[in-house]
Structures are given as C-alpha cells and as structure tokens.
C-alpha cells in the first residue's frame, strides 16, 4: 500500500489520538452524562460508555437509544486532541425541544486508540480481497488480528443489555440505531447488517469505503460484494450514508455512487434511504456537527 501523506497521517492520528484512558468525563451543554467507567468485556478491551440522556429524564418515560462510535469526540471539544467535536447533546437537545424527534439517549462508545481500524473494518469483507492485499491489510491496518466480529459482539451481547437494564429504554430494532463516521460509519453500517433484529437504522457520515486512507479498489469491491448478500431488509431497516467533497472525502465519490446503486437495487428508495452530497465540506468534526441534525431526523424523526 502507497506511503500515507503528512495529511493523511493527521487525520489517522486524530482517529487515534482519542483513546487516552485518563479522559475526563465530556462536560455539556445540555442534559447529563453518566460514563460507564471501563466497561468489561470478554470480547474486547475494556473502555469508558458515556451515557448522554436529554434534560428531564425519567424512568416515567421510554427514550430511543442511538449508539455512536468514536465516543470521546461526540460531546465536548475540550477533551478531544483537535479541540473539536460533534455537539451531539446541543443537535439532539434542539431537534427534541422543537418535537421534531421522539425521547432519546446516546450511548457513546470510547475506540479502542490504535486498534480502532481492527474492531472497526468489517471481517466479513476480507474473504472478498485478493490474498496479498488481505494479507497487507491484516499486518499493517488491523494488527494481525481482526475484531470487528467481536466489537459487535460486545456491542449487541454485553453492552445493549446493560443499557437496556439500567436505563429506560425501548430496546426494540425500530427504537434501536446505530452511527459513526469514517470508518466509524463502516462498521456501524456493518452492524445493522449483522444484527438487523437488533438495529433499525445505521448511518455512516463520511463513510470509508476505501478501508484505509489511500484510494483503492480491492477493499471497495469487497463492500460492494458483502452488501450485495447480506443488506438488511428494506422493509424493516433505515440507511443513511453521505460524503463531503474535500480532504478525505474527496476520493469517496466514485465508490459511494456505486454502493447507492446495491442499495437501491436490494429494495431501498427515498423512504428509508438517503445518500447526500456536501459540497465543499470536508472528513473532520466541525463537517460531520453541521449536518448531524439531517441523519438524527433522518433515523429518529416523527411522522
């Protein structure tokens, strides 16, 4: 695989940087965080849930749950490496106040610092990569060992339950999504078609269809091969996956035209699919809080 530009390695290191173990629990601006401190797991390291739930919650209540990746730069921009974040709490606070989405909490879901692309590439695509790159891929991306069949696990067998348990809320696929960007958008895509009695809805912002940060065609292919088999039902499922136009994101377009064209021949259509351009936006924080209301109603919005 091609020597990354400085650029490139600053995008990889912000992925990365997010995983300092001491992070302080995200301050916001609205509603309360309750972390989960270093969630246990006998599928993947151990690591801090944060729990956002809106102003005036209560047990009285049901509350959709929405799981995002990439949990310690959701919140709070004095936290993270680059200062920046996606302000879920203030998006999401607005959408509700204005009765525009129903009750929901987040549950934001810490990476896993430098074996962030392991949990996070979909093992199921590599079968469909010729055998050198797969064996490039595993060494150099996924650190020999790929984990997002475990990452899943941990997600739908030991986390939804203990958040089901200890919050209100309506646990059911219709009432259940799941979102991230980058790579983080790859595997949250990936788990609504792994699990889709489990999640409703999934959405990739930014989605990295290139599985690295160099175009290529292997590992594009391999997405389009493992979504032509096994995309959730239409019937049953939502699906939102966009792209900017610059940094990162400038290469997507191709690839994303095409993984449109799987979807909607597997049944999907502007009623439970959306796949929007942004012109001139790029693959970082301040891009992906910009837009973040579109997906939110997208997935959440009432009737």
């Excluded at 530009?5 to 965080?33: C, D, E, K, M, Y």
């Excluded at 005036?56 to 993270?80: E, I």
């Excluded at 009750?103 to 590599?126: C, H, M, Q």
């Amino acid at each position: 695989m091609k020597k990354m530009s400085l650029t490139l390695f600053a995008l990889l290191g912000l992925a990365l940087s997010a995983a300092a173990p001491a992070q302080p629990v995200p301050q916001v601006s609205s509603g309360s965080i309750q972390r989960l401190e270093n969630f246990p797991s006998k599928y993947v390291a151990a690591r801090h849930i944060d729990v956002w739930l809106p102003e005036g919650y209560s047990a009285a209540k049901r509350y959709n749950v929405v799981y995002m990746q990439d949990g310690q730069g959701l919140f709070d921009p004095s936290v993270t490496w680059l200062k920046k974040a996606w302000h879920v709490d203030v998006t999401l606070s607005r959408l509700m106040r204005q009765g525009r989405i129903a009750d929901t909490i987040v549950v934001a879901i810490a990476n896993a610092g430098k074996s962030r692309w392991s949990e996070y590439f979909p093992r199921k695509f590599l079968p469909w990569v010729n055998a050198a790159t797969r064996q490039a891929l595993v060494d150099q991306w996924l650190e020999r060992e790929p984990r997002s069949d475990d990452y899943l696990r941990f997600m739908v067998e030991e986390l939804k339950p203990a958040i089901d348990q200890r919050f209100s809320t309506r646990p059911e696929r219709e009432h259940c999504f799941v979102m991230g960007s980058s790579m983080g958008g790859v595997i949250s895509i990936y788990a609504m078609n792994e699990y889709p009695q489990v999640f409703g809805g999934a959405a990739g912002l930014s989605t990295n269809w290139v599985g690295t940060l160099e175009a290529n065609s292997a590992l594009p292919l391999a997405a389009f091969n493992y979504l032509s088999e096994h995309l959730a039902d239409p019937r049953e499922h939502r699906l939102y996956m966009d792209r900017g136009t610059t940094q990162l994101d400038a290469i997507y377009g191709n690839y994303q035209r095409f993984i449109d064209e799987i979807v909607r021949d597997r049944g999907y259509d502007a009623s439970n699919f959306q796949s929007p351009v942004f012109e001139g936006e790029g693959h970082n924080e301040d891009a992906w809080a910009k837009r973040l209301e579109i997906p939110f109603l997208f997935l959440l919005g009432k009737p």
